[in-house]
């Protein structure tokens, strides 16, 4: 393949909400690519995810320093900009990607690299099939990212062992603290984590209870029954002192409605949840009078390169210079796994996924996870979550304050006229 | 001294909001006990504090292996319990006081340690004054604690450092975080911090400013103006697309209600409970129509060895031990304090204030660590936080989960009959 084609250029682009470790998957795809300048020109990167491409935004990360470069494997967020906007179909919006052909054919780019979750592996998807419907040779690749582990087929995404690791350790420690109040003061945590559908974020924090720690998980695969979580809570006060929640912004009613929703939705029509802590903690109030208090994680946990899993940054920079190697051998509409091999020692190989198999699938905590009050964890869901938070990759340190790169993201000329957004 | 009496035992006690680094002090007091054993025999802590010595359930630290006591260095949380009990004057509770003067008594006490902030610091100075209204001789010291850096005379307190370097790390990692999606999504985002009448944890969170970071922060010692503020958001955000927002648990309107107090209510009519942060990002959505998102960290600030300052942990040790020498140099009704000597680089001397001159004084920011326009931190505010967040001090990982100790606390027996808490 190598050398049965010119040199092209490579577009990456970040999409959706960032994460701790997605940049490690931006330093795999660009340490990757630029090992075999023979084949891949350069990598051009979308500024603000696909935003880029279509308005000919695109950040030349051949101006970039091997230096800097490396330093995106311990720096969080996205650091060439993400954003949420999902293509509509070719139906629907053939202008949309007639400019995506455009920008790609003025600039040379034959590989399409797109690191995000489950929309926009099916936008991925889409991309993937221009080649054919409007004959433009394109190999599309999906790096998988999504701190809500939801993807299927793939062992765990990139993300989320390391905010599973932020909500093991906070709620961890925030335990202690309670537990060392509850005599006088405080006597119940609650702790509100992401994960709209699915409850991975909430069930690594039952991880602590191997520490000695009472915890409630409120996941949004188990109905919320005020009743039955009230009394479970009572129990454990009463049996430790104290106990911890831990709620998911996605638990809800029977009725499918929120614990807590904030009314607006975002670019891709999803409700914006925040607010479920406060409701849970004021129930146990309301019903027990324990004193409480809660905190809501938001960009916090997502964010914390600093507490970053070092499997969870190894496997973001793997999956990232894997997606290179399958666009390399000729692959198209693919998405790089990790298929578990064993659980302790933990071993994986990496796989591959048609995104045929991956769009638009949501992969949801199995039954066998949960407990059978629904308000804990398994140890068939402990043995799957321990290996994924497993290892420290701190940042450097300088001053006190960890050292993360911002790069000089310098545009690429553009060739084309304006496209406007709609 | 250590010759001219027989040994006699000392109590330790930890009182009010645990920190992150609470347990290096009682690590402090303790190694420095046990190297002075021709001296103090024993030290018994108070199980849930001051609590623990009016009902006489007192924690023979002597079982405690030395390793047990060194993993205290790195455990965060109260490791024998706290409390939140506040002792009324003499003539108001003698009962109180002369059940103290019998436990101690009884159990051959000579030094009282209590570890704590600003409240706890007036409870010292009021057992200290017992040896002589009470005719029994005891010296109490006090060690210094709190997140919230208002107690005065020291440079710090222990707790501090550390939460002022979780706050900004935190706020550093979410704006890279929000700066990644403010194109198409999150533009603001508003990070509640702990601090109800002095806004030291809210200011280092303007230390991010120097990462390039468009920040607000919000203190109680400035008058919440919300024009003013709305439009500083709207300056921000208009100039680098996107700004983050500290605010301090304590800010509040002009007639002195906390922001945190307004019944807002959310898009389907809820009451929102609680939260500053929430607030203040609706007041935004409000005004300028961006999107946001909140975080409340809450106990996970204080709590957060896993990111502790080196400093702070050295400090809180040093105290510790300080606490110790005080008293075995015949001193009563002081605390050792951190006096600065230099900015940068930071050197300090281990000095002593009298209990006198250091309860019931709250120490603020003054005004000139605090911005013109009273949403942000100056130069000399940022002199003065650099140094505490210094270093970094990483708790040992076990499966990666941070090692933290859980003390055998084992009771000293009881000598005397139940006291009842009123």
């Given at each position: 393949m190598a050398t049965s084609r010119s040199r092209k250029n490579a577009f990456y682009a970040q999409s959706g909400g960032v994460t701790a470790v997605i940049n490690a998957s931006a330093c795999g795809v660009i340490e990757t690519a630029r090992a075999h300048r023979d084949v891949i020109a350069n990598v051009y990167a979308g500024r603000n995810g696909i935003i880029g491409a279509l308005t000919e935004e695109l950040i030349d990360t051949g101006k970039e320093s091997a230096?800097?470069?490396r330093a995106l494997r311990t720096t969080p967020a996205g650091a060439f900009g993400s954003c949420r906007y999902k293509l509509k179909s070719l139906d629907k919006n053939r202008r949309e990607y007639e400019r995506l052909i455009e920008?790609?054919?003025a600039h040379d780019i034959a590989w399409f690299f797109y690191n995000g979750g489950g929309d926009s592996a099916d936008t991925c998807f889409k991309v993937s099939?221009?080649?054919q419907s409007m004959g433009y040779p394109l190999q599309a690749i999906h790096v998988p990212k999504t701190v809500d582990n939801d993807l299927p087929i793939t062992d765990c995404c990139p993300g989320f062992g390391s905010v599973a690791k932020y909500v093991a350790v906070s709620a961890l420690?925030?335990?202690?603290?309670?537990r060392s109040m509850a005599k006088t003061s405080t006597k119940v945590f609650v702790l509100e984590v992401m994960g709209r559908h699915a409850g991975w974020i909430a069930a690594a924090g039952g991880l602590i209870e191997d520490h000695g720690i009472p915890v409630v998980v409120l996941l949004p695969e188990v109905e919320f029954d005020e009743k039955k979580f009230i009394a479970r809570v009572d129990e454990l006060v009463k049996q430790h002192g104290f106990c911890t929640v831990v709620v998911s912004e996605g638990c809800h009613h029977p009725d499918g409605t929120f614990l807590a929703e904030q009314g607006t939705r975002d670019a891709f029509g999803h409700a914006q949840l925040g607010g479920a802590a406060p409701v849970v903690a004021n129930m146990v109030k309301q019903a027990l009078g324990h004193?409480?208090?809660w905190a809501v994680a938001d960009y916090l946990q997502r964010a914390a390169r600093h507490i970053a899993s070092k499997t969870d940054v190894k496997q973001a920079y793997e999956l990232g210079a894997a997606a290179v190697k399958l666009a390399l051998k000729g692959h198209n509409a693919v998405m790089p796994t990790i298929d578990r091999v064993s659980d302790a020692p933990y071993r994986y190989k990496i796989g591959v996924a048609r995104l045929a198999d991956v769009a638009?699938?949501?992969k949801f905590m199995?039954?066998?996870?949960?407990t059978k009050d629904g308000f804990g964890i398994t140890e068939a869901c402990k043995r799957y979550l321990r290996p994924l938070i497993q290892g420290e990759d701190y940042p450097r340190y300088k001053d006190g304050m960890p050292v993360y790169a911002?790069?000089?993201n310098v545009a690429v000329p553009k060739k084309l006229p304006a496209f406007e957004l709609r």
């Open positions: 230096a800097a470069i920008v790609f054919r099939q221009l080649s420690e925030a335990s202690f603290d309670v004193k409480f208090h638009n699938v949501e199995p039954p066998n996870f949960i911002t790069l000089k």
